[in-house]
């Protein structure tokens, strides 16, 4: 499933990166949905520090 990034766990040793020729919003929003529910199933909050302002709240 296409991020274009870094996503990363510091303290836990995790990260993930991936990158894609094409940076559309579903493909964003497909990243987003992929840590939440496959990566972080059980997580109550996830903190998401990055460069949001290029993607739309429609995206989620």
Not at 8 to 18: D, G, I, P, S, T
Not at 25 to 31: P, V, Y
Request: glycine share 6%; charged share 20%.
């Amino acid at each position: 499933m296409p991020v274009d990034g870094l996503l990363c766990a510091l303290f836990e040793n995790w990260r993930r990166v991936e990158v894609v020729d094409n940076h559309a919003a579903a493909q964003w929003a497909e990243g987003a949905r992929r840590l939440v529910q496959e990566d972080y199933p059980q997580a109550k909050r996830i903190i998401w520090v990055g460069n949001l302002n290029t993607h739309a709240g429609a995206s989620l």
